[in-house]
């Protein structure tokens, strides 16, 4: 009973995982974290991905003060806030997060406060996003783990 | 003055337009001017000084018959005539009238006479006393009183004879003879009055003078709106020669055109083409006008709007034409200046689609380049992770046809990789990436250097020689690296079609050359900008020759093409990319200078490039400290900086000292150094002087002792690298490594791959490495990355990789690391604050060349010096520093290269990406 219970889990965790990469929300990068994960550390991906969680609501929040300001913004100190978040996504493999960045920045080079503050919304969003996205995923994790099986490796190539 | 001029003209134009109009009047002389056209002057409101005070002329006696001839002249003629003959009519008519009336009176006075006679006759019979009349004006009483007188004489005589006498009749026949006297006198008087009466009656009412007053407006008319119009008109007969012409600018007289033709008159272009256009004119019967443009003795180049109509006589025969020609030449000018311009504006256009054209296509063209640089970029890593497995692969045991086979692998991946990296090098010149530094070098040292390279991966029997003539500054500004690499491109170039003799390098000072003028401007301007300082430019004359195989005449154009060798026999016997010559050209110009080679068959080449440097004052010190590429040891002997010859001489069978850093990323930066024994510590040498001699004697010694084993059991396979085997980490450049480097490559790669848990040997920890060469320990890594969750990654990917690491948070944190332990490599994030990773490569180069902190305590990075022998040791080393990218425009890997780095990972970084990275770099 176990048994096709923890294959059922493992089916949905495998499906999930997989759609997370499908829709875009993670890239290679995400592989990359889980192959640093072992007995050694068995809590070694969401660690990373919490401390990047709190880092992006931190930053984000930081960016949001200086962008509230209607004129003369520091746009010095958002692109390197953008700068960090999109080091820090790319490193985690938070593929969505990662694209708004990119034009994220586009838009800090310019000054473009409508822009970055459009961006910043976008950021917000997707990182919450994946945040809902990954706390499933973990709490799948935990319950196979529950059940007595193991996390299946995914190939998503 | 004109206007004087113009009322002048006009008042004497008024005087004498009589005459031109009733030529008969003026009298019959031809030669008399007929000063129709004397307001000449006018045309100086038009036209330039011409004759002013000349005029038009006509053939007065041609000009009525040709009014009288011509159809034209006879209807004007009809109508003159007609009116003058109306006035003369009306006077003769008054004339008439005023002679009947004289008729009358004198009828009535005859009338009146022959009464008085007949009374006379009666009172004759009986005479009576008559009163004596007085003398009166009236005609009449005159009449009578002489009649009376009469009458008086014949009554005398009458008494004196007896009435009905021969005497009587006789008197009586005489008084009537007076009487018929005195009659006729009477008559003859009346009718000279008559006449007189007649003539002031013509006197006052003459029709000439009314014809003339009509004819003076209409030639007042004509004159005032011709008289500074640019015209000429003109009659000329049936074979065009000219009757009458009338001349805005005479300045021939009349009988130098009347009488004669075009082209009797005028020489020059456009007098041929006028008359051929009046004879046809004449010919056709139509009149039709034309431009002519006239470049003659006289005038000038005009040109003339010509209208010419032919003339014909009563009978409609052609007698000839009538022309007018206008000066049309500014006209003509503007308006060629308008067809021009629009023609311009018409190129112009065109110019501006083709350029678009272009613009478009070398925007595409950057497309393309950019994308072929990215994914050079792109394929570089894969490639290198390919070209690495297959030398490890080369390290297992093989059969000889595997081990062939992998050859070819490992060396066409090694090709591939150059011919990338050269295509970075060129798109980043071609789009006006490549960005040049000026720093300070000492040029003997570069060359020298180069060669000592050279040398060390030399597998022929050549001699390597460099000369540098006393006159070439000891240390000059440019961009080392570049000129490094152009320098180490063409030795290598030489080298590898050189089968014996000798490949060098010689250095002069020589003037400068022409095609520099304006060239050197701009190089000149960006080194002025990038140094601030005024030095004195020097141009440096570099050859590289050689004694090989030369290249035919029939190959050198296309030898600095991109892609061209020499022929396609050579491609397949020496290999190469066919890049290294481009790129050297393109990066000889960007600096301003020339690269030229000259070649004979079977003796040799000369590659010559010739470029401006800065001469450096000696005392800025500066700027010294960025001379990290240059790996010199300044504390050498004192004649090194101005020493003129170094030679290479060929012993095969050691290695070739070798000092400096190369470029590329391909050349592995931890060279392996034979030196002279004293400084036998870690396989390092500072500056071996030619003591090549020396270096064979400790070569044995030289290296981690601890890999020996390892090592000959990898040299098994590759036996003819034996003699670099002993030497430890004796590289050779990758494009002539063949099987020896990689093999050489893969023995650490292995070390790595399969033993990570044991003790990798690193000579670079020289304490522990001089006192217990024995002890194992792991290599030290520094990471330098400021993002905490990249920092939390590449430590557990560090950690799967069996390595740990300290953390440094940015370039400052990074540089006190350094200064505080030895490290065997370190990665660099470029983007850091407080001080990126860059400059803070750029502050470790120069403490590893300098040996001291000055640069980084200058750029505001608080050490605390240590005077100690340890940091001399250190200074000789070059510590491995990998640059992580983000892969942006910003970071380049060409910029990691030019600020020191020895490799790049581009982010994010992963497993695979750092395990290749510490194979390449921790031995």
């Known amino acids: 009973m176990n048994t096709?219970?923890?294959?059922?889990?493992?089916?949905?965790?495998?499906?999930?995982?997989?759609?997370?990469?499908?829709?875009?929300?993670?890239?290679?990068?995400?592989?990359?974290?889980?192959?640093?994960?072992?007995e050694g550390t068995p809590d070694f991906v969401s660690e990373v991905v919490s401390l990047f969680f709190d880092d992006c609501a931190k930053l984000i929040n930081n960016m949001s003060k200086s962008l509230e300001r209607p004129e003369n913004v520091d746009f010095k100190q958002v692109d390197s806030g953008v700068h960090q978040l999109k080091g820090s996504s790319s490193s985690v493999g938070a593929r969505m997060v990662k694209n708004v960045c990119i034009s994220f920045k586009e838009c800090c080079d310019v000054q473009n406060r409508e822009g970055c503050l459009r961006c910043l919304q976008q950021v917000d969003y997707e990182y919450k996003m994946l945040k809902t996205k990954l706390q499933d995923l973990f709490k799948l994790e935990q319950q196979i783990l529950q059940a007595g099986g193991t996390i299946p490796q995914v190939d998503i190539n | 003055m004109v206007c004087e001029m113009e009322t002048d003209q006009i008042e004497e134009m008024e005087v004498e337009v009589l005459s031109s109009m009733w030529p008969e009047d003026v009298g019959t002389e031809a030669d008399k001017q007929f000063n129709v056209e004397k307001p000449a002057g006018d045309l100086d409101t038009l036209k330039e000084v011409e004759i002013k005070d000349k005029t038009t002329f006509a053939d007065l006696k041609r000009l009525p018959e040709l009014m009288n001839t011509t159809q034209q002249g006879s209807s004007q003629l009809t109508n003159l005539v007609k009116q003058w003959e109306y006035m003369q009519d009306n006077a003769a008519r008054l004339l008439r009238e005023e002679l009947k009336n004289l008729n009358r009176q004198r009828e009535e006075a005859e009338a009146k006479e022959l009464k008085i006679i007949e009374e006379y006759k009666f009172e004759s019979n009986e005479p009576e006393n008559l009163p004596v009349l007085d003398e009166t004006s009236d005609l009449f009483l005159k009449f009578r009183q002489k009649k009376r007188d009469a009458l008086l004489?014949?009554?005398?005589?009458?008494?004196?004879?007896?009435?009905?006498?021969?005497?009587?009749?006789?008197?009586?026949?005489?008084?009537?003879?007076?009487?018929?006297?005195?009659?006729?006198?009477?008559?003859?008087?009346?009718?000279?009055?008559?006449?007189?009466?007649?003539?002031?009656?013509?006197?006052?009412?003459?029709?000439?003078?009314?014809?003339?007053?009509?004819?003076?407006?209409?030639e007042g008319f004509l004159h005032f709106i011709l008289q500074s119009a640019p015209i000429v008109m003109g009659h000329q007969d049936k074979d065009l020669r000219y009757l009458f012409i009338y001349n805005k600018y005479p300045s021939l007289r009349e009988q130098d055109i009347l009488g004669k033709t075009d082209v009797e008159i005028f020489k020059g272009s456009g007098v041929k083409e006028s008359q051929d256009f009046k004879r046809e004119v004449l010919e056709k019967g139509k009149a039709s006008k034309r431009e002519i443009t006239f470049?003659?003795?006289?005038?000038?180049?005009?040109?003339?709007?010509?209208?010419?109509?032919?003339?014909?006589?009563?009978?409609?025969?052609?007698?000839?034409?009538?022309?007018?020609?206008?000066?049309?030449?500014?006209?003509?000018?503007?308006?060629?200046?308008?067809?021009?311009?629009?023609?311009?504006?018409?190129?112009?256009?065109?110019m501006e689609s083709e350029l678009n054209k272009t613009i478009h296509i070398t925007e595409e063209t950057m497309r393309a380049k950019q994308m072929l640089a990215t994914m050079s970029h792109e394929i570089r890593s894969p490639l290198s992770g390919v070209v690495g497995m297959a030398e490890i692969l080369s390290t297992t045991r093989l059969d000889k046809e595997q081990r062939q086979l992998l050859n070819v692998m490992i060396s066409s991946g090694d090709l591939v990789l150059q011919l990338i990296n050269d295509i970075l090098d060129l798109s980043k010149v071609e789009s006006g990436v490549m960005r040049l530094e000026a720093t300070k070098?000492?040029?003997?040292?570069?060359?020298?250097?180069?060669?000592?390279t050279a040398a060390a991966s030399l597998k022929k029997a050549l001699t390597l020689e460099g000369r540098i003539a006393d006159d070439v500054p000891i240390e000059v500004v440019g961009d080392v690296l570049r000129i490094r690499q152009i320098l180490t491109n063409l030795i290598s170039n030489a080298i590898k079609f050189t089968h014996e003799g000798k490949v060098g390098i010689k250095l002069q000072v020589i003037s400068e050359p022409s095609f520099a003028s304006h060239n050197a401007l701009t190089a000149d301007n960006e080194e002025q900008e990038q140094n601030g300082l005024t030095e004195t430019s020097v141009w440096i004359c570099c050859d590289v020759y050689d004694t090989g195989i030369g290249i035919p005449e029939n190959a050198l154009p296309c030898l600095f093409k991109k892609y061209m060798q020499a022929s396609a026999d050579h491609a397949r016997k020496y290999g190469g990319t066919g890049l290294g010559l481009a790129i050297c050209k393109q990066l000889v110009e960007l600096m301003g200078g020339q690269l030229t080679v000259t070649s004979q068959v079977n003796e040799g080449s000369t590659f010559t490039f010739i470029l401006p440097y800065k001469v450096a004052t000696s005392d800025d010190y500066s700027d010294d400290q960025d001379e990290f590429s240059d790996m010199a040891d300044h504390h050498?002997?004192?004649?090194?900086?101005?020493?003129?010859?170094?030679?290479?001489?060929?012993?095969?069978?050691?290695?070739?000292?070798?000092?400096?850093?190369?470029?590329?990323?391909?050349?592995?930066?931890?060279?392996?150094l034979v030196s002279s024994p004293i400084k036998l510590i870690n396989g390092f040498v500072t500056e071996p002087s030619n003591?090549?001699?020396?270096?064979?004697?400790?070569?044995?010694?030289?290296?981690?002792?601890?890999?020996?084993?390892?090592?000959?059991?990898?040299?098994?396979?590759c036996p003819e690298s034996a003699h670099q085997y002993q030497n430890g980490n004796g590289r050779c450049l990758p494009k002539e490594s063949e099987s020896c480097s990689s093999s050489q490559a893969s023995s650490e790669g292995v070390t790595l791959e399969m033993e990570t848990e044991l003790t990798v040997s690193s000579h670079r920890e020289e304490e522990k490495a001089e006192t217990d060469l024995k002890e194992t320990s792991k290599p030290k890594i520094l990471l330098v990355?400021?993002?905490?969750?990249?920092?939390?990654?590449?430590?557990?990917?560090?950690?799967?990789?069996?390595?740990?690491?300290?953390?440094?948070?940015?370039?400052?944190?990074?540089?006190?690391?350094?200064?505080?332990?030895?490290?065997?490599?370190?990665?660099?994030?470029?983007c850091m604050p407080v001080l990126d990773g860059l400059k803070a490569t750029r502050l470790i180069r120069s403490y590893e060349e300098s040996g001291n902190w000055n640069a980084a305590i200058e750029a505001g990075v608080d050490i605390k010096t240590m005077e100690n022998e340890k940091i001399r040791v250190h200074s000789t080393n070059r510590l491995p520093i990998i640059a992580m990218t983000a892969n942006t425009l910003a970071e380049s890997s060409e910029e990691c290269y030019a600020n020191g780095m020895d490799s790049f990972i581009s982010k994010p970084v992963t497993l695979q990406k750092l395990r290749e990275c510490l194979q390449q770099y921790l031995h």
């Open chain 1, 4 to 38: 096709t219970i923890v294959a059922q889990l493992q089916r949905q965790f495998q499906d999930y995982i997989i759609s997370l990469y499908q829709q875009g929300f993670l890239d290679n990068q995400f592989s990359e974290l889980r192959k640093l994960q072992d």
């Open chain 2, 153 to 218: 004489d014949s009554k005398k005589i009458e008494i004196d004879e007896v009435f009905d006498t021969v005497a009587y009749w006789k008197q009586k026949a005489l008084r009537l003879e007076k009487m018929l006297e005195a009659s006729t006198e009477r008559e003859r008087r009346l009718i000279e009055k008559l006449n007189e009466s007649l003539r002031t009656m013509e006197s006052h009412q003459a029709p000439v003078e009314e014809l003339t007053q009509s004819l003076k407006r209409a």
């Open chain 2, 295 to 350: 470049t003659t003795e006289l005038f000038g180049s005009k040109t003339f709007l010509i209208y010419v109509e032919p003339v014909y006589n009563k009978a409609r025969e052609k007698i000839g034409i009538n022309y007018m020609g206008m000066e049309v030449t500014d006209q003509v000018v503007k308006r060629e200046r308008m067809a021009k311009l629009r023609e311009d504006n018409a190129v112009r256009k065109a």
């Open chain 2, 441 to 452: 070098f000492r040029p003997r040292e570069v060359v020298k250097h180069v060669l000592q």
């Open chain 2, 636 to 672: 050498s002997e004192p004649d090194d900086t101005t020493e003129g010859y170094f030679q290479f001489k060929p012993l095969l069978g050691s290695i070739y000292s070798n000092g400096g850093p190369v470029i590329g990323n391909n050349f592995l930066p931890h060279k392996v």
């Open chain 2, 691 to 717: 003591n090549i001699g020396q270096s064979e004697m400790v070569q044995v010694e030289n290296g981690s002792y601890m890999d020996e084993s390892r090592h000959e059991t990898s040299s098994d396979h």
């Open chain 2, 785 to 830: 990355e400021d993002n905490k969750i990249n920092i939390m990654v590449a430590k557990s990917m560090m950690k799967q990789l069996g390595h740990t690491m300290d953390i440094a948070n940015n370039g400052v944190e990074a540089i006190k690391a350094v200064n505080h332990s030895s490290y065997d490599l370190v990665l660099m994030d470029v």
